[in-house]
């Protein structure tokens, strides 16, 4: 297994819910990644976890909690999002930390 | 400050010519820097990396060149198709406020035409 899955694709969601965004991947890569994409921007690098911990943490709003289950499974809670949160949020793996990223196909989370 | 951007935000060639991409970043720190491909509805695709002890490298029908004295950056394309439409963004890796990061350049569309 080559890829690096995300769940769901397409996700809309009110400012008073709480959902979870999924990634998982079997390729035995031990850092995963969050990233948050805007419409024509970059992705911008929300969490980092290495090795199962949280090593990056880019002062992201308390809204999104990431989780680490397992080094396979990574997790981004949201609640109580607005909607300038709407974007593509992007899941990622390296090997080792820092090393090339393989991303995911992202959910599109739209907040009403 | 930290930067990665680049020169040119679209790109059009015609399809068999040569594409172009050039990348700045301001980091001095960073040692290790990727070019990825954006194809509309996907995630990034990582399509060519190169180490800071390193100027030039090259894969199939793709070249990276770094120049560490002026801090540049760029992904060349032989004999650009149709396929190779797309973002391309440049990412750079080092240690910064905070601790290793990834930070993205923000993209160059190249569009093919046939």
């Known amino acids: 297994d080559t890829e690096v899955t995300q769940t769901p694709k397409h996700l809309v969601m009110g400012m008073t819910n709480k959902k979870s965004l999924k990634c998982e991947q079997h390729?035995?890569?031990?850092?995963m990644y969050w990233y948050k994409q805007k419409a024509k921007k970059p992705p911008e690098l929300m969490f980092v976890y290495s090795y199962e911990k949280l090593s990056i943490n880019e002062s992201v709003p308390s809204r999104f909690s990431p989780e680490c289950p397992n080094s396979s499974l990574l997790n981004l809670h949201l609640h109580a999002l607005q909607p300038e949160d709407s974007a593509l949020y992007l899941c990622?793996?390296?090997?080792?930390?820092?090393?090339?990223?393989?991303f995911g196909p992202g959910t599109r989370l739209t907040v009403t | 400050g930290e930067n990665v951007g680049l020169h040119l935000p679209t790109l059009s060639v015609q399809e068999g010519d040569n594409s172009i991409i050039n990348c700045a970043y301001s980091?001095?720190?960073?040692?290790?820097f990727i070019w990825y491909k954006q194809e509309s509805g996907k995630g990034p695709q990582f399509i060519i990396d190169i180490r800071s002890n390193m100027d030039k490298r090259q894969g199939q029908r793709v070249t990276v060149l770094l120049n560490k004295t002026v801090k540049h950056l760029s992904l060349q394309i032989a004999a650009t198709q149709p396929g190779d439409s797309a973002v391309y963004f440049c990412a750079e890796n080092g240690l910064s406020t905070g601790g290793f990061k990834t930070i993205f350049g923000a993209g160059t569309r190249l569009f093919v035409k046939a």
């Open positions: 990622a793996s390296s090997p080792d930390p820092w090393g090339e990223q393989y």
């Open positions: 980091n001095s720190a960073s040692d290790y």
């Open positions: 390729m035995g890569h031990r850092a």
